[in-house]
């Protein structure tokens, strides 16, 4: 189903680059959100984003960056800065507070 | 901040079996516990979700329930089928200084595996 869209699906990088991820939605949600989710882990909070021009750290925003210049588009960028980058990134949207998210299909990143 | 703690880790269950899943979170001001299906390979999904003023939910073979006193919260899965196998994920929401964001803390995840 549509709503959010992440891409690219598989992403390689060698260590030391900066790779961007993009996540678009046609939801008109104000909230955005990226997750990190790790085998055995639960979803963890990189950054969210509220309004337009505005986003807060999540609980691992360390060796990350984020925009939001547009409503329908919040990109990821992984830093070099980030020590163990290899993970599946959920980008997320909602309408905000308790209403339901919406996750993207994921962005599975490989860095070696 | 928040901590959700989610057991079991893994669940296997026959078909027609019930299935139970329990989460604990550690702050008292969460009002808001949503469960999430992934299936494999594919993003999470909403299954069910229960808000801090109601103490159960159902949803034909899904239901939640939430004892705010003892600050768990558990999902129950009726009459399993294997297309119920997946990973379920459990989440609470602090919604105190997060603004109008939804700052969900998610459970590690239990993987259900419904067997013939």
């Known amino acids: 189903d549509g709503g959010i869209t992440q891409s690219p699906k598989y992403l390689f990088r060698k260590e030391g680059q900066n790779v961007t991820l993009s996540c678009e939605q046609n939801?008109?949600?104000?909230?955005m959100y990226w997750y990190r989710q790790d085998p055995g882990q639960g979803l963890r909070l990189i950054y969210y984003s509220q309004i337009v021009n505005d986003f807060q750290k999540g609980d691992i925003a360390e060796g990350y960056s984020v925009s939001r210049e547009k409503k329908e588009s919040f990109p990821l960028t992984v830093t070099s800065a980030q020590k163990n980058p290899t993970a599946f990134y959920l980008c997320?949207?909602?309408?905000?507070?308790?209403?339901?998210?919406?996750f993207g299909n994921g962005t599975r990143l490989t860095v070696t | 901040g928040e901590n959700v703690e989610q057991h079991p880790s893994t669940l296997s269950v026959q078909e027609g079996d019930s299935a139970v899943i329990k989460c604990t979170y550690s702050?008292?001001?969460?009002?808001?516990f949503p469960w999430y299906k992934q299936e494999l390979g594919k993003r999470p999904q909403l299954i069910i979700d229960?808000?801090?003023?109601?103490g159960e939910k159902k949803d034909q073979r899904i239901a939640v329930t939430l004892n705010k006193t003892a600050k768990h919260f558990s999902l129950h899965i009726t009459e399993t089928q294997p297309e119920d196998s997946a990973v379920y994920f459990c989440a609470a929401l602090l919604a105190i200084n997060t603004g109008t964001a939804s700052k969900l803390t998610f459970g590690t995840g239990t993987r259900l595996q419904v067997t013939l």
């Open positions: 939801l008109n949600h104000d909230a």
């Open positions: 702050d008292s001001a969460s009002n808001y």
């Open positions: 229960i808000r801090s003023n109601v």
């Open positions: 997320a949207s909602n309408r905000g507070l308790d209403s339901p998210l919406h």
